[in-house]
């Protein structure tokens, strides 16, 4: 038996609302029973007029999905980095970058990329990833695979065909841009829906876009893939669709099934791709050798991410460098900052004193404070302390939380002196 919504389509337009309207006035039926009589009212009619039923034919079902592959050379270049140079990164060069252990044996020529498109930013289980974009690299090329789902009641089938590819992939870690918060939860909760195993679940993950926050905070603006895409490497997206956009565009090709509504969508994910593993090689290029990069707060950045990692002398080298290379004082002190607290670690005390005594001259107050420290239980000079500390409340603009921390402090001081007077005169 053909489905009540075909044989809907079958009906006389010019007649239904006048049938309707009556059939609106019984009482006790359903809606659907009401449909079924107006059907049946439609073909005795036609019977009873001799007039042929033509039967419209349905639709074709659209596949549960589609699958589009990318491929880009090797040699091809984008910014100060070869796309291809990924190939030969030594196992484990993920590490310092991702800042865990767990990718200290991974190999980065099994590491596949990931990003998603969605129905909608907002999370939680009405949001579905309908696009989900897979990079890996080969001996020849790097290649997005893309899948796109066609049928949101197939959505099962599509999962299981994303499995799949990621079972024969056999890779060793996934790296994605703000995966952790957004893609890779909302992509387990349609895993669990569809009572599925999420397979991604167990790989080591690196989201880049805390390492892009630490080694740029101090340069751009904004660390989003695409501005950094473009600004690091040239990949110019002034083409590109508005992600606002995409769930629009998506609605409308499920209900057009026309698949070149989303065609911007597809190459923007691959685009997003492709940028994710450039600005990735590139940050893992500048921790090789800092001179490519052009900024200061660049090279400061690396220097947290090393000191983040533990590796301490590596992390000075870096703080070192922004200090000497910096044409900017706010990375300089910065630089100037972060040096400090190595050097007091290693207890190397008077070389950070000199530095501690650098930044006091900007009225700094974590050097004021340091300073104070130093003099009072390192020098056990008393006097010297509280002239920093008088510094510090005379020149700094405190919170109230700072200015009670320096009153106290000074009160300390000051009774230490005056205990140490009297024990003076009694002596004499």
């Known amino acids: 038996m053909r489905k009540l919504k075909e044989r809907l389509q079958e009906l006389d337009k010019k007649k239904i609302q006048e049938t309707w309207r009556s059939l609106e006035a019984e009482d006790g039926l359903s809606t659907r029973e009401k449909l079924e009589k107006l059907v049946r009212h439609n073909l005795k009619r036609r019977e009873t007029a001799e007039e042929p039923v033509t039967v419209q034919p349905a639709a074709a079902a659209a596949e549960p999905f589609r699958v589009k592959d990318f491929y880009y050379a090797l040699e091809g270049r984008y910014g100060k980095i070869c796309l291809g140079d990924w190939l030969a990164l030594p196992t484990g060069a993920l590490e310092v970058i991702a800042g865990s252990e767990a990718f200290a044996g991974v190999d980065p020529r099994q590491v596949v990329f990931f990003d998603s498109e969605t129905t909608g930013l907002a999370g ?55 995966g952790k918060a957004f893609d890779f939860p909302l992509l387990e909760t349609r895993y669990v829906l569809q009572r599925q195993s999420f397979p991604l679940r167990d790989l080591p993950h690196l989201d880049f876009l805390f390492p892009a926050r630490t080694i740029w905070k101090n340069t751009y603006d904004s660390r989003k893939l695409g501005f950094l895409g473009e600004m690091l490497l040239g990949l110019s997206r002034s083409d590109d669709i508005d992600a606002s956009s995409i769930p629009a565009l998506y609605f409308s090709f499920l209900r057009s099934q026309a698949f070149s509504l989303i065609e911007p969508v597809v190459e923007h994910n691959a685009m997003d791709l492709v940028g994710l593993a450039a600005v990735v090689l590139l ?82 107050l974590h050097a004021f404070r340091e300073i104070s420290v130093h003099y009072e239980h390192r020098e056990r000079n008393y006097v010297q302390a509280v002239s920093f500390v008088e510094k510090a409340l005379a020149s700094v603009q405190l919170s109230p939380g700072q200015q009670q921390e320096l009153e106290k402090r000074l009160a300390r001081l000051r009774g230490k002196i005056a205990k140490l007077e009297e024990k003076n005169e009694i002596s004499e």
Request: with cysteine; aromatic share 12%; hydrophobic share 45%.
């Open 124 to 178: 939680g289980t009405g949001t579905i990833p309908f696009m989900l974009g897979f990079g890996f690299f080969s001996e020849q090329t790097f290649q997005v695979k893309i899948f796109i789902l066609q049928d949101l009641d197939r959505e099962g089938d599509f999962l299981r065909a994303v499995a799949e590819f990621l079972r024969q992939g056999e890779f060793s870690a996934a790296v994605t841009f703000n």
């Open 283 to 364: 940050g893992l290029r500048y921790l090789e050798d800092y001179s490519l990069t052009a900024d200061g707060g660049e090279i400061f950045g690396l220097g947290m991410l090393c000191e983040r990692a533990g590796l301490l002398e590596k992390a000075e080298e870096f703080y070192r460098a922004a200090r000497e290379a910096s044409a900017r004082t706010d990375v300089r002190t910065l630089a100037l900052r972060r040096l400090s607290v190595l050097l007091k670690k290693k207890k190397l005390f008077a070389e950070a004193l000199e530095l501690w005594q650098m930044l006091s001259a900007g009225n700094d």
